[in-house]
């Protein structure tokens, strides 16, 4: 993007992919660090004159309108935040999307309505994507890629778009990128990582990957019981995906083999049943052995042993990358797994990375201050395919 600015964009219609994929609910923002990570690229383009048009996706529409999946929460917090007029179009590429850029002044902003209500978006198919990025096209002279949550998707407006007009990355695309490559390139050792969240499928690839990188590879969350399964265990009615024990019990064995320490829960926080998020009523969760959760119990979160253990393993690592919450933090009984990770990492002298945007979401919700940890990345997904070593289609797009 400074080679952009130096060229001069004063006038120019610049279009800004950016991820304001924020977690919602009922119009209300929960977590607006998404919208934030992208004010840097966009003070920069308004300041030096540009018109700038903002473009995201949200959530998972089908594509087709669904007012439940609109950006305008999204543009309005972006306007309180910049302290300016920030205008909203009611669709993408619509006559509505037209006037907004039409009426755009120097230094204005239009945020343009969900890229996901537009099939061509998402489409697997090339011409159909093609014929949706020509439309979005139209709307701007230069392109700027800065929704660095979205560039593992191959999207139109991530990944065929950039082709259509000269393009650039923006500073959250550049400084995310410059933290993960810290990541895969001369990492300090011990190298420690940190997982967890629901599924194992979701992170199966990344621990491939991880177990020939990390010193230490530590497990918790929704898909540690599947982990403890495939050692054996009693998880009882625990969340577990039975399809990847095969692939769990051949992480295990690996790790043995080639040295890699994989440090699994040894107690849980345990209920007969999921908590209630809406009300949070108390939901009295006991703490049990993590090799003998009861036939009728459901682990919820890591117990206080394990925070003990996880602290230990976190505070003397030079590097810690961490994905993924330790619990359903969203209940406070069962917050203190994913807060025990948190201020490890904080109290740890290790170059630390958030990863992903449940845990960097999780982060803020409980409180913690963001500017105390190396770097919390706004990609959940793409900063795991970073590690993972694939070619991401909206870093390609901007590289070529
Ligand atoms: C994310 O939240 O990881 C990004 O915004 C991408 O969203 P998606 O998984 O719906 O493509």
Avoid: C
């Avoid at 489409?123 to 700027?144: H, P, T, W």
């Avoid at 550049?174 to 599924?199: I, Q, S």
């Amino acid at each position: 993007i400074d080679e952009l600015l130096s060229a001069g964009v004063d006038g120019k219609r610049v279009f800004v992919r950016a991820d304001l994929n924020v977690p919602l609910a009922d119009g209300v923002i929960s977590d607006d660090g998404r919208i934030r990570a992208v004010l840097p690229t966009l003070k920069a383009l308004t300041g030096a004159g540009a018109k700038v048009v903002v473009a995201s996706h949200l959530g998972r529409p089908k594509g087709a309108p669904d007012p439940a999946f609109s950006l305008r929460p999204a543009a309005e917090r972006l306007g309180e935040l910049l302290g300016a007029p920030v205008a909203f179009a009611g669709d993408t590429v619509g006559d509505a999307a037209h006037d907004a850029v039409n009426g755009l002044e120097p230094g204005q902003i239009a945020v343009i309505e969900n890229l996901r209500f537009n099939a061509g978006e998402t489409s697997k198919d090339d011409a159909e994507r093609g014929e949706f990025a020509d439309r979005l096209a139209a709307l701007a002279d230069v392109y700027v890629g800065d929704g660095f949550g979205a560039v593992h998707r191959k999207h139109a407006s991530v990944y065929d778009l950039p082709a259509r007009l000269p393009h650039y990355a923006g500073h959250l695309i550049a400084a995310e990128v410059d933290v993960l490559k810290k990541l895969t390139e001369d990492v300090r050792r011990p190298y420690a990582v940190v997982l967890g969240g629901a599924k194992v499928s979701d992170k199966l690839a990344v621990i491939d990957q991880l177990l020939g990188k990390a010193d230490r590879l530590l497990i918790g969350g929704g898909m540690a019981y599947t982990f403890l399964k495939a050692k054996g265990y009693e998880i009882g009615s625990s969340l577990l995906q039975e399809d990847q024990i095969p692939a769990v019990i051949e992480y295990i064995e690996r790790a043995e083999k080639i040295g890699v320490e994989l440090v699994l829960p040894v107690d849980a926080l345990v209920a007969p049943e999921f908590p209630d998020l809406k009300t949070k009523a108390p939901a009295n969760p006991t703490t049990v052995a993590a090799d003998a959760i009861p036939a009728d119990q459901m682990g919820l979160d890591i117990g206080p042993e394990t925070r003990k253990l996880f602290a230990s393993k976190i505070a003397d690592a030079a590097t810690v990358f961490w994905n993924g919450p330790m619990g359903v933090f969203e209940h406070p009984d069962y917050a203190e797994g994913t807060k025990a990770v948190a201020q490890a990492l904080l109290d740890s002298p290790a170059f630390t990375v958030v990863g992903g945007g449940d845990s960097a979401a999780a982060v803020r919700i409980l409180g913690f201050d963001e500017t105390a940890f190396g770097h919390i990345s706004t990609g959940g997904g793409a900063s795991l395919e970073y590690l993972e070593g694939k070619t991401l289609p909206g870093l390609a797009a901007l590289e070529d």
